[in-house]
């Protein structure tokens, strides 16, 4: 069965500071890959994704995302974090197979404060 | 144009009980999805619609069934309420096969 691990559930940072979230799925077929983020008191948002071509992905926000299919992971990158990050991110995985979006898999999600 | 609204926003049951959540998919979407997440964790896909019929479901009882209208508002029900669907109940709507938009969601909490 496909699975997403994230393997960071709260990450604490200072304002200015690099982020780095992790993003593994298992499934060894084609994948569509996704993060949201969810700020608080708001509706889950899409920050990113990939589908196919060039594995990095920028998405809003100066966020950006590597696939890297040899590792089955596509990790979450900002160089420079502010504190309107704080949210809940969440990584969601696909199987290009099916199709469409239907069966979104999910990580648990990544809890981030941003200290000013 | 406007997005995904759910209704209620906040909903209380007792067990047994049967429940009946709305969305109205953000203008010119044709597929809605649901799902639900529980306190902690990542949503765990419910059903999708498609053009009005179902298009894949994930692990859930039959308990559970939805509705698309030809307006592509959707419905999710759930029948005899247990504790352990207390959760926050999101819809997504999406064009065809494009990345979902989401609503607030409805928190419904069993007792």
């Known amino acids: 069965a496909q699975s997403v691990s994230q393997h960071n559930h709260h990450v604490i940072l200072s304002e200015a500071a690099s982020l780095e979230l992790g993003c593994n799925y298992s499934?060894?077929?084609?994948?569509?890959l996704f993060w949201y983020v969810q700020y608080p008191g708001q509706h889950l948002q899409l920050l990113l994704k990939?589908?196919?071509?060039d594995p990095l992905v920028k998405g809003i926000k100066g966020f950006e995302a590597e696939f890297i299919k040899s590792k089955f992971s596509f990790n979450l990158r900002k160089p420079s974090v502010q504190w309107s990050d704080t949210a809940e991110y969440f990584c969601?995985?696909?199987?290009?197979?099916?199709?469409?979006?239907?069966?979104?898999?999910w990580g648990l999600g990544t809890s981030l404060a941003v200290n000013p | 144009e406007t997005g995904v609204t759910q209704s209620p926003t906040h909903l209380i049951k007792t067990r047994g009980q049967q429940v009946t959540l709305r969305c109205s998919s953000q203008?010119?979407?044709?597929?809605v999805s649901w799902y639900q997440q529980a306190l902690g964790q990542g949503p765990q896909f419910i059903f999708q619609y498609y053009r009005e019929e179902e298009n894949g479901r994930g692990n859930f009882p039959p308990r559970f069934s939805g509705l698309q209208f030809p307006n592509y508002s959707s419905e999710l029900n759930v029948n005899a309420l247990e504790l352990d669907d207390s959760a926050l109940y999101l819809c997504a709507s999406s064009l065809d096969f494009s990345p979902l938009h989401f609503g607030n969601g409805t928190r419904l909490t069993v007792t």
């Open positions: 203008s010119g979407h044709n597929t």
């Open positions: 969601a995985v696909n199987a290009n197979n099916a199709g469409n979006n239907r069966k979104l898999i």
């Open positions: 990939y589908f196919s071509g």
């Open positions: 499934y060894g077929g084609t994948v569509n």
